[in-house]
C-alpha cells in the first residue's frame, strides 16, 4: 500500500471563519477523513475497528503552519504512517497548496481503544507492516505540557457535551478540543492574528452530558495562548499556542 496517501479537497466558505480561513476544528476534520480513508483501504478504517469493538484515538499533536488555507482554494491533504511501538501509532499529516507548497505540516500520537473496558491494546503489528509503518525502538519526542497554576488563567467558559459532539468511539471528538480553545479567545485577536504552531495532549475522555471547563492565559507579548480543558477537576487537554500577526 502506498504509504503516502492524498485527497484533493476545496475549502468550502462552510469551513472558514470570518477571515475566510479555514476553522482549525475544520482542518483537523480533514485530517481525521484522510486518516480513515486510507486506513479503510487496508481494512483498519473506523468501521473495521468496530466490528472488533475498538476505535482509534489520538494522544498528541504537533502543528507546524506556514498559512492556513481560505475559501475556495484547492487542496491536497496527506497523511502517511510514520511508525510504531508497543502501544502507540505514529501518524503525519500535510496540506499541499496548488503550487506545491505545504503550508501545514502535522505530527501525531495514537493508541487503539478497547471501548468496552475503555483501555488502550496493544499495536498489532501484521496492521503497522501493511501501512508500511516501521517498528520505533526511540519514541517520538512532543512537547511535554503542564498545565498553569490556577490563578495563572485569565478567562474561561463552560461547555455542556452535546449528543453531536460525540464520535463512534462514543467521547468528545478532538475537533471540538479546538473549538473551545480558540473560543476562549477575544475576537479581535482571532482577527488579527494566525496560528504559527500548535502542541496539545489529550489526557482524559470527556463523555456525554458532561460539563467541561475551557481555560485560558494569552501572552500577548510572545503571542502564545496557554489551554486547559478540564472536568470535574481532572485535565482531559492541554495546548499551547503560537500566534502570528496577520
Known sequence: MEKIFKE???VTYGDCDETGRIQLPKLIEHFMQVSNDQLTQGGAGIKDLLKQNLG?????????VERLPKAGEK?????SGSGYNRFFEYRDFGIIDSTNKKIVDAKSQWVILDLENRKITEADSQMMEKFGNPYLKHMPRFKRLRPLKEKEYESNKTYAVRYYDLDTNHHLTN????DWMIDTLPRE???????KSIDISFKKEVQYGAQALSEVKLDSERLISYHLISNQGETSALAEIIWREN
Open 75 to 79: 487542496i491536497t491533504v496527506t497523511t
Open 189 to 195: 485577536f482571532l482577527n488579527s492574528h494566525t496560528i
Open 8 to 10: 484533493e479537497h476545496q
Open 175 to 178: 475537533s471540538v478540543y479546538f
Open 56 to 64: 482509534w484515538v489520538v494522544v498528541e499533536y504537533h502543528l507546524d
